[in-house]
């Protein structure tokens, strides 16, 4: 009876907040970062709601499936990005709880993270376009340069904490302050700040979809629903990883305590301008930087990025105050 | 349902640019159209890089006889509804172009037009209004076929 009760609950969860709260949020989402790139050019803008507009357009859309395509494939990689970034914000704690919490959940979403570049990389090489298919190589080389210093990044909270649950990090900054007001954790926030925005695939680092260049990489042949399946994946991506960098090194997305309005209110309010402040940081990274060519992205990803990377794990070992 | 489809389609054109052998004046104007001054993203218009992406196929110049297979495929790889506009007086009649020896449009000859937009080359506000009217298209068709 109770297993009932609880499988009810889990359903209700991931169907309540997965499939209807994230891709809103994530729309919204990616709606700033749409004005604030053309308020930043001096325009007006999209209105509130045109990201809701584009989604339903696509998903009314003709879904054709390219003659050269493997068809199976091709179809389920949207849904692949799609299920695995919706998974990976489920597993994260949104406002302090999640029922999903498990010991190991921090490597659970890391590796989540890196699914939809993975699902774009399968669905590209599906298709059978040769512009799809320079896009996936750069994809590739590109996961190869950011990975590692992203992974020496997040081990500075999780050294600090020493655990690799999410709520423990988040416990530990509450006691001892955000780890971004340290020195380790600002390096860190940096490294995560950068390797953020090429998982988004946004400029300087939208190598893998230069639209002037191979046109949209690995999307060239999706259209319609699927194409609305892959925009949705990177909206709620766009959120996934704002509550990454949030949970890690910004204090955490947590209502602190339960029982007190005030609180509520202000841990709500402070939830909202975490997730803004990072959001807005990776806008004003994509509208005022040109792409870089694919050996500028991977080399300053190896040598300056890593060497961050690695100073803030080291310092992260000194046992001072603000280290 | 049809309705908010309709309303979506409306709110969010996006555009595939082809040149079918223009004298390249009607794009330089095309794009003038899409930088910031005239802001075309504030009607949710955007241009795409693949004709998959696309609503609204926007060809420019007469049809010659190398651009008449491509322009073909382009239009064929479009997903439905589509719409087409015709920018331009090569586009939409042929222009000083049109006794040429290896002409094989106008656009209208090759592939179904819903817009022309007149003009060597057309202004910005001429390509805006013509797109507005598109739309206006689609909202009198009310998502029918096509
Ligand atoms: S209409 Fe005029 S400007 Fe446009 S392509 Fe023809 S000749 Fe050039």
């Known amino acids: ?323 | 349902m049809s309705g908010l489809i309709t309303w979506a389609r409306i709110k969010s054109p996006w555009l595939f640019h082809f040149n079918s052998g223009s004298c390249n004046n009607c794009d330089i104007e095309l794009l003038d159209a899409l930088t910031p001054r005239f802001d075309v993203e504030r009607f949710g218009i955007l241009l795409e890089g693949s004709p998959r992406h696309a609503d609204v196929l926007v060809v420019t110049g007469i049809v010659n006889r190398q651009t008449l297979p491509r322009l073909k495929r382009i239009y064929d790889q479009m997903p439905n509804p589509k719409i087409v506009v015709a920018l331009g007086t090569c586009a939409t009649s042929g222009g000083i172009f049109s006794e040429g020896y290896n002409i094989a449009g106008p656009v209208d000859k090759v592939i179904p037009v819903d817009v022309y937009i007149p003009g060597c080359p057309p202004r910005p506000q001429a390509i805006i209004d013509g797109i507005v009217k598109a739309l206006a298209k689609i909202q009198a068709l009310r998502g029918g076929k096509r």
Request: contains cysteine; proline residues 7%; hydrophobic residues 60%.
């Open chain 1, 1 to 323: 009876m109770i297993d009932l009760w609880v499988v009810g609950l889990s359903i209700a969860y991931i169907v309540l907040i997965g499939l209807l709260i994230a891709p809103n949020i994530g729309l919204f989402l990616t709606w700033i970062h749409r004005k604030l790139g053309a308020r930043m050019q001096w325009r007006i803008g999209p209105p509130i709601y045109q990201p809701w507009a584009d989604v339903i357009k696509l998903l009314s859309k003709e879904l054709i499936v390219p003659e050269t395509a493997h068809r199976a494939t091709f179809l389920l990689a949207p849904l692949l990005a799609l299920a695995t970034v919706i998974l990976a914000f489920l597993i994260m704690p949104f406002v302090g709880r999640t029922p999903l919490a498990f010991v190991g959940d921090v490597i659970v979403v890391i590796y989540l993270m890196s699914m939809p570049a993975l699902a774009a990389m399968i669905g590209g090489s599906a298709s059978g376009n040769p512009y799809a298919a320079v896009g996936v190589q750069r994809e590739m080389t590109l996961i190869f340069s950011y990975e590692l210093p992203f992974i020496m990044a997040a081990l500075v909270p999780i050294l600090k904490a020493r655990s690799l649950k999410f709520i423990d990090i988040i416990n530990y900054q509450l006691g001892n302050g955000p780890l971004v007001f340290t020195i380790s954790g600002f390096l860190a926030f940096v490294v995560m700040v950068m390797v953020m925005q090429a998982k988004l695939a946004l400029p300087p680092f939208d190598i893998p979809e230069a639209k002037t260049e191979i046109i949209a990489g690995p999307y060239v042949e999706y259209s319609g629903p699927l194409l609305a399946l892959f925009k949705l994946a990177h909206a709620v991506m766009l959120l996934v990883v704002a509550c990454f960098v949030s949970n890690m090194l910004l204090g955490g997305l947590i209502v602190s305590d339960w029982s007190s309005y005030v609180v509520i209110l202000t841990d709500l309010l402070l939830i909202a301008v975490k997730i803004l402040v990072v959001i807005i940081i990776a806008a004003f990274i994509r509208f005022y930087n040109p792409r870089l060519r694919p050996d500028q992205a991977f080399g300053m990803f190896w040598k300056t990025i890593t060497f961050i990377a690695a100073l803030a794990l080291i310092l992260s070992f000194v046992p001072i105050p603000y280290f």
